[in-house]
């Protein structure tokens, strides 16, 4: 498999980027300037979405903070990261904390919001709520699922394993 992608990486280093376009298209040409990793393989976090401020490689999450996707937490304290599933809270500057954004009461996803003075996430989709402590049970029985999150640089590193 990966002598497949050296030799179309050999050939479109011959003939990119005007003949690999005419042939192949634009998804094609993204591969003319790589050179490097392959997605999901690079040490560096690198692989796919960089351009939407956050990369993932196996079941890591490297999130770029000064990107724009990440607005929203930076002045709200808090984002349901939909893509990948997540919810992210900031604590402050250098802490954060990062949980599945499936509700454990019945997995409704996307009917996140957060209380800051009782520091819980509710899911309006049947009004339950849950503490960001990781382990205290919500109204529903469950805790919300932590993930282990780490902050260092600007970077938040989210393995969700
Ligand atoms: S699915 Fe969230 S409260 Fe029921």
């Known amino acids: 498999m990966k002598n497949m992608k050296n030799k179309r990486r050999d050939f479109l280093k011959k003939v990119c980027p005007s003949v690999a376009l005419a042939f192949f298209g634009v998804t094609m040409l993204e591969a003319c300037s790589s050179g490097g990793e392959e997605e999901g393989s690079s040490s560096n ?5 960089d351009s939407k401020g956050y990369t993932v490689s196996g079941s890591t999450v ?30 402050d500057s250098s802490t954060y904390r990062a949980f599945t954004n499936s509700c454990p009461h019945q997995g409704v996803r996307n009917a996140w919001s957060y209380n800051t003075s009782e520091d819980k996430f509710k899911c309006s989709s049947h009004g339950n709520s849950y503490p ?18 780490s902050y260092a640089s600007n970077k938040l590193t989210v393995t969700t394993s």
Not at 45 to 49: A, E, L, Q, T, V
Not at 136 to 142: D, E, H, I, V
């Open 132 to 149: 960001s402590d990781c382990t205290t049970a919500g109204t529903a029985g469950g805790a919300l699922k932590c993930f282990t999150a």
């Open 45 to 49: 976090g690198g692989g796919s979405n």
């Open 62 to 91: 490297v999130i770029d903070l000064n990107h724009s996707t990440f607005n929203t937490l930076n002045s709200s304290g808090w984002m349901n990261f939909t893509a990948q599933n997540m919810l992210l809270l900031k604590i």
